[in-house]
């Protein structure tokens, strides 16, 4: 970076770049497509970019960007007009596929649990993949996605019971063997 590039960015165009793998990651759990994938992190690049005076703490900058996406997704939805009040998506499941194809090796197991994901209710999902893959504290999600942090609680316990259930009737329906689960936290 020359000397005019960081007077005028700081060290804001290097963190925010950074972050466009996990954000992009986010976004894909969130809504299953890869180029609206592509487009809420550019959209929340951008918007993160014109807004970048408002971010008070650095430290901050992951959640902070991730509360833009969250934004971006949700003006996304609305403009869909799927549904009559957007606060229906929380209860509306995000895909009526099939239920997930036998886990034998890694990448079926992978798939497996991405398309459960995919069944949950959106706000579910969404509080999954920021709690239990990205590693965000519930204080945070909440901040993130604007909702009580017993909201977060609560929505994480139910995803987590759902995809335990449609991982272990899947199991079922393919004739496997119950995999052993064990508690991560």
């Known amino acids: 970076m020359n000397m005019i590039s960081r007077v005028l960015f700081g060290p804001f165009r290097p963190g925010i ?3 466009r793998p996990v954000l992009y990651r986010i976004a894909y759990a969130w809504c299953h497509e890869a180029a ?6 550019q959209d929340t690049l951008s918007r993160a970019w014109t807004r970048r005076a408002q971010l008070r703490d650095p430290d901050a ?3 902070w960007t991730v509360s833009i996406m969250h934004h971006c997704w949700m003006d996304h939805l ?3 007009r799927d549904f009559d009040d957007v606060e229906d998506w929380q209860d509306t499941l995000a895909s009526s596929a099939d239920t997930p194809e036998a886990c034998c090796d890694r990448e079926q197991v992978i798939a ?3 398309a459960a994901v995919a069944r949950l209710p959106m ?6 993949t920021l709690v239990d893959l990205e590693e965000f504290s ?3 999600v909440a901040r993130i996605l604007d909702i009580p942090v017993g909201t977060v609680m609560s929505r994480l316990s139910r995803a987590r019971a759902g995809l ?6 899947s199991m079922r329906e393919k004739g496997g063997a119950q995999p052993a689960l064990r508690r991560v936290k």
């Open 17 to 19: 770049e950074s972050l």
């Open 36 to 41: 609206l994938a592509d487009d809420l992190v």
């Open 61 to 63: 900058l992951k959640a």
């Open 78 to 80: 609305r403009s869909r």
């Open 112 to 114: 497996c649990v991405r």
């Open 123 to 128: 706000g579910q999902c969404q509080v999954l």
């Open 138 to 140: 519930y204080a945070e």
């Open 164 to 169: 335990k259930m449609l991982l272990d009737r």
